[in-house]
């Protein structure tokens, strides 16, 4: 073999060990670097796929708005003067009639402009009800999906990764409750439980705003609990699952750092789309009579005290029913902005 062989052969080894080199370099990227090809952490793919969505952004605003006037409902009861459930007969018009909002058109609007929505058939400041109102509203929503995710999210994690018997049981416990009458049962138990102080099942249920949040909640887990279960079922099968395993882990291990962590997008995208359910759910018994006490605001009992002055104080149910509407329209957008962001089918 000639020099010049040898020397073409050390030049290619060379250049080869240099190449391997630069392939395994990691390099910071560079103002030159298109963005495009910059790598991003899992947070900023959702906010730029989220922030995309006006319509999910301005539900976010809206429930935000909605949060902060419940926060605050104490604040906007002493800046108008008024409290809740404090009759003022003075209020109402020469013919004993509600008095509409200043603004209000027509010659009736006589009300004076402290009340800003004007009053009910009692004088009662309108504003400041719905006010209270948002915070019995949310605080109902959130507390019995929160009970309901938990339940869900316990469920269907057993029936998805044990299978078997355990699997049917809870199968099996699903299928009864979802074919139970959930209004009917609801409207018994919160008869029955507030019909007098000492409540029901030995005074756990008691009057107030707990037999409402334990119904909705108790018997709103089996719709999460069906998805949870349907991803575990998939997810357990899945390459890592079964590395994760063969590496001595244990079941609640699997559970909690593999399993959980992949069902947790569709987790946050059903709860906020079951809130507005649940608000919706709180109404109805309210408007039916049997949901919060009668001394609570809330949004369905002011809507079922307007229905018979709706020909001659049309606001009474306007303005509850339109908080009620951009709650509800509010968290439905948000939800499905949550399920467009967070689906891993689209481009990053």
């Known amino acids: 073999m000639s020099r010049s062989d040898t020397d073409t052969d050390v030049s290619q080894a060379e250049q080869r060990e240099a190449a391997e080199r630069a392939d395994l370099e990691v390099t910071a990227p560079s103002a030159e670097t298109p963005a495009s090809i910059i790598g991003r952490s899992p947070w900023e793919i959702f906010w730029s796929h989220f922030r995309q969505d006006k319509f999910a952004l301005m539900g976010l605003v809206i429930i935000g708005m909605m949060v902060l006037m419940a926060i605050f409902a104490p604040l906007v009861a002493n800046w108008s003067g008024h409290e809740p459930n404090q009759v003022n007969l003075e209020a109402l018009d020469e013919f004993g009639l509600p008095s509409a909002p200043t603004w209000w058109p027509g010659p009736e609007a006589k009300a004076p402009p402290k009340y800003l929505l004007g009053v009910d058939d009692t004088g009662r400041d309108l504003f400041v009800r719905i006010a209270y109102g948002a915070r019995t509203s949310l605080t109902v929503a959130f507390f019995a999906t929160g009970i309901a995710v938990v339940l869900g999210v316990l469920l269907g994690l057993t029936a998805g990764f044990y299978r078997g018997k355990i699997d049917t049981l809870i199968s099996r416990a699903t299928d009864v409750v979802l074919a139970l009458p959930i209004l009917l049962l609801a409207l018994g138990i919160a008869s029955a439980c507030g019909a007098n102080q000492e409540g029901c099942f030995w005074g756990f249920i008691k009057p107030g705003l707990r037999p ?70 709180e109404a109805g018994l309210s408007f039916l009579g049997v949901g919060v006490p009668d001394g609570t605001p809330s949004w369905g009992a002011m809507l079922a005290d ?34 467009d962001a967070l689906d891993p089918r689209k481009a990053v």
């Open 212 to 281: 409402v949040i334990l119904i909705i909640g108790l018997f709103g887990w089996p719709y999460i609990g069906r998805i949870v279960r349907g991803q575990v079922l998939s997810i357990r099968e899945k390459e890592f699952v079964e590395a994760s395993r063969s590496l001595g882990a244990s079941n609640r291990r699997i559970i909690l750092r593999e399993i959980l962590p992949n069902v947790i997008a569709p987790i946050i995208v059903y709860t906020t789309l079951i809130i507005p359910s649940n608000i919706l759910f």
């Open 306 to 339: 307007a229905g018979t002055a709706f020909r001659w104080a049309p606001w009474l149910m306007i303005f509850p029913g339109l908080a009620l509407f951009l709650t509800t329209l509010a968290f439905n957008l948000v939800g499905d902005g949550l399920r």
